[in-house]
């Protein structure tokens, strides 16, 4: 054992010296043999530090390190489930919501009351503007009421009210064999049973004037539509049809005016049949207008009659043009024009009908660019006076092809073939008349037959 009591005083000797390290090294031999155990959750031992905050080990220790990561991380959990606390504990339970909700409507509705009581025009700026109400539809229509407003709607009704009271300025109505397309746009759609019935009443209604248009397909009438002043009545084109009925009870003129007199009718564009073949025990004419002035008849086809194809009975300012008028067992002439003065007759197709061709016995009138052929008798006979009759085409005329029976009138440049009698007839009544540059040949008689007085037919007639 070494020497522990040593004083300043004592001499260290060799031998002590050596005793001691040797009790040193016999020291460090007892501590290097010395065995410690590693620790466990049961006994006492060596353990190795460790910084992991998420390891699953019993055998190690956390460092200082370690356990502060763990706190924090463990702070930031509480903290997150004081949060998720507070959030549950702010939700609403149905109930709740609804109570809230029910509060807030009614302080909502508290504030618009008074808000609303505050209100007054003035408050608006609207002192000036009066305080009406919106018109019933029957106010709208009426159109007197002063102190009512108009909605859009009734606006719209008003219109069309007004527009059904003064008819609108052209008027379509659809034949029952109409297409659906035209019947639709129509105004009107007839039954094909006395179509004239619904056809008058559109005109009479137009009596102040206006327009009335037929679509295509085919009217059946048994009496006469009757046409009023400053009227345009028209068809959609020849396949616009105006019949007399099949076996009619009645005799007809198909087409007529309203009153006598008449001014501004204008008819156009379609097709009068008289229907003779269905109708042996009737007659039928196609229009006739008396005491009329400034009208035109233009662009029909005529076919079947037995009477008055076109006839205009003391009229002035008349215009015949472009019409058509065909197969037509008649006893009358196809355009017979009397008593009528300063009008025309011009660019007409006559063909194959049963008496004569044009007549009239006015003044002043201009029968130009015809085309007849196939009369039954005359083709142009004149009866009236200072009239021109120039550049038609006459063929094949049942008896004269020209005839003159008054004064002053002047026959030129016109083609003549193949009357039965003679070519030009000027009769013992006429005087003073022109006859020259027509062309006139192969008539059963002559070419001019002229027993009137002061007749010139000395230039450029050709025989």
Not at 16 to 39: F, K, R, T, Y
Not at 362 to 378: F, K, P
Request: glycine share 10%; with cysteine.
């Amino acid at each position: 054992m070494a020497r522990t009591d040593w004083t300043s005083k004592d001499t260290v000797r060799p031998a002590d010296m050596n005793q001691i390290g040797q009790e040193i090294n016999d020291l460090q031999d007892a501590v290097s043999n010395i065995n410690i155990p590693d620790a466990s959750l049961t006994d006492k031992g060596i353990v190795q530090l460790s910084n992991a905050t998420d390891g699953i080990r019993e055998d190690v220790a956390p460092t200082e390190k370690a356990l502060k990561a763990a706190y924090e991380r463990g702070s930031m959990g509480v903290a997150a489930a004081a949060a998720a606390q507070d959030t549950a504990n702010a939700a609403e339970t149905p109930g709740g919501a609804q109570a809230k909700a029910d509060e807030a409507l009614g302080k909502a509705n508290q504030y618009t009351d008074q808000q609303v009581g505050a209100i007054t025009k003035t408050s608006l700026g609207l002192e000036n503007v009066a305080n009406y109400m919106v018109a019933t539809q029957a106010e709208a229509e009426a159109g007197t009421a002063a102190d009512k407003y108009m909605t859009p709607q009734r606006v719209s009704q008003a219109i069309t009210k007004l527009a059904g009271d003064q008819r609108a300025a052209t008027v379509v109505i659809a034949a029952s064999n109409a297409s659906e397309a035209s019947k639709r746009g129509a105004d009107y759609v007839c039954n094909g049973v006395d179509d004239q019935v619904v056809i008058n009443n559109v005109l009479y209604d137009l009596l102040s004037g206006g327009e009335v248009v037929l679509t295509e397909g085919t009217f059946i009438v048994n009496s006469s539509i009757r046409i009023p002043s400053n009227t345009t009545f028209r068809g959609s084109g020849l396949g616009t049809v105006i019949k007399l009925q099949d076996n009619s009870a009645y005799s007809a003129t198909l087409l007529t005016n309203e009153y006598n007199p008449a001014r501004g009718i204008v008819v156009s564009d379609l097709t009068l049949d008289g229907n003779k073949s269905n109708n042996p025990n009737r007659s039928a004419g196609g229009i006739s207008l008396t005491q009329v002035e400034d009208c035109h008849i233009q662009r029909l086809l005529v076919i079947g009659m037995t009477f008055g194809m076109i006839q205009v009975i003391e009229g002035q300012y008349i215009s015949i043009q472009e019409n058509i008028i065909r197969n037509n067992p008649t006893s009358t002439a196809s355009i017979d024009v009397l008593r009528t003065n300063y009008s025309t007759v011009n660019n007409n197709i006559i063909a194959d009908n049963g008496s004569s061709g044009i007549s009239f016995d006015g003044s002043y009138l201009s029968i130009s660019g015809n085309v007849i052929r196939g009369t039954g008798s005359d083709s142009i006979s004149i009866d009236g006076s200072n009239s021109r009759v120039e550049g038609n085409i006459i063929v094949n005329s049942g008896r004269h092809g020209i005839t003159i029976d008054g004064s002053y009138n002047s026959v030129q440049n016109n083609v003549i073939r193949g009357s039965v009698e003679n070519g030009v007839m000027v009769y013992s009544g006429a005087t003073s008349n022109l006859v020259t540059n027509n062309d006139m040949y192969g008539h059963g008689s002559k070419a001019i037959y002229d027993i009137g007085t002061g007749t010139i037919t000395t230039a450029g007639n050709r025989m």
